[in-house]
């Protein structure tokens, strides 16, 4: 089983990124997915969540911004970053869990700076 996270990268403030976790080996639409981040420094915190009925949760700092989404034929959990922050800067990790099941992403970088 893995989860791959891409498209991360470096973008100024305002900008917007769209990641993507992609499931092997694992049926990602039956399972509740979250995406998490990490900043030097921090805990990780959980900014957005898709259950396996497509309910959808959000952090207060995601709320409004940030979209998650999922697209079962390509076995695939988007998180849509509009408006990005410096302090959105972080490593930001998938997680994927169905009862005592769970796997990680290995992470994607995001960084937002002028």
């Known amino acids: 089983v893995r989860l791959v996270e891409s498209g991360g990268g470096l973008v100024q403030p305002g900008e917007s990124l769209r990641l993507s976790c992609e499931g092997s080996?694992?049926?990602?639409?039956?399972?509740?997915v979250n995406w998490f981040r990490q900043a030097p420094g921090k805990q990780r915190e959980m900014v957005a969540q898709v259950a396996g009925r497509s309910t959808k949760r959000y952090s207060d700092s995601a709320e409004g911004r940030f979209t998650v989404s999922r697209d079962n034929a390509k076995n695939t959990v988007y998180l849509r970053m509009n408006n990005l922050k410096p302090e959105d800067t972080a490593v930001y990790y998938c997680?994927?869990?169905?009862?005592?099941?769970?796997?990680w992403g290995e992470g994607t970088q995001v960084t937002v700076s002028s």
């Open positions: 997680n994927a869990k169905w009862g005592l099941d769970e796997h």
């Open positions: 080996e694992i049926q990602l639409s039956i399972y509740t």
